[in-house]
């Protein structure tokens, strides 16, 4: 019982990052804050520690851009009835 419990609040789970807001907008200004932050730490880095920073920026703009996604997942159970049911909230279009 006390896993259910532990899913639950998986479940009613709400990152708090502005990176996962629905909004576009504060979306992209969070990352270019981010990025900021690392162009500023790494003006004395060496030149590996700038590309890895880059292909990070990069990696975090192609996650960041795309809009969220619905993912459904079905189990049944051998007598064909649901052996899961999560519910993760509704992501609207």
Known sequence: MHD???LKAL???EPKSELASSDA???KSTLLRI???IAERSQQSSVAEMLNSVMAISAR???VLHEPVNVE???F???GSRAV???FGHCER
Do not use: G, I, P, Y
């Open 73 to 75: 997942l079905d189990v």
């Open 77 to 79: 159970n051998q007598d």
């Open 61 to 63: 703009t192609r996650r």
């Open 35 to 37: 990025a900021q932050n």
């Open 4 to 6: 259910l419990e532990q």
């Open 25 to 27: 907008n504060k979306r």
């Open 11 to 13: 479940a009613s789970f």
């Open 85 to 87: 049911v999560l519910e």
